[in-house]
Nanobody, 121 residues
Framework: QVQLVESGGGFVQAGGSLRLSCATSGFTFSLYAMGWYRQAPGNERERELVASVNTVDMTTYADSVLDRFNISRDNAKKTVTLQMYGLKPEDTAVYYC?????????????WGQGTQVTVSS
């Protein structure tokens, strides 16, 4: 079965950096575009796609993180990394990884536990 395990979050000051990692198993990793999603604190918050990398290493970013975040993949290790620089308090969220299928199609039903990123001013 599909497993997605996020790690690397923590507490940082504004302007700091973090590197998040996602370890995957249970599917053919190299055949899937992968993305990082985040869910801000509070009730009824949806998971927002912030970055994605496709099967040929082309990347896309939400405007809110453009020029500050970098997504990459390692097909040998079956991992996805999100390097974050210049963190802002509004980046505070739980970060998750999952597939990023074309046109927002079917993602893996089983999400990981996520990793908490907290940015203080």
């Amino acid at each position: 079965q599909v497993q997605l395990v996020e790690s690397g979050g923590g507490f940082v000051q504004a302007g700091g950096s973090l590197r998040l990692s996602c370890a995957t198993s249970g599917f053919t990793f190299s055949l899937y575009a992968m993305g990082w999603y985040r869910q801000a604190p509070g009730n009824e918050r949806e998971r927002e796609l912030v970055a994605s990398v496709n099967t040929v290493d082309m990347t896309t970013y939400a405007d809110s993180v453009l020029d500050r975040f970098n997504i990459s993949r390692d097909n040998a290790k079956k991992t996805v990394t999100l390097q974050m620089y210049g963190l802002k308090p509004e980046d505070t969220a739980v970060y998750y990884c999952n597939a990023d299928p074309p046109l927002g199609g079917w993602k893996f039903a089983s999400w990981g536990q996520g990793t908490q990123v907290t940015v203080s001013s």
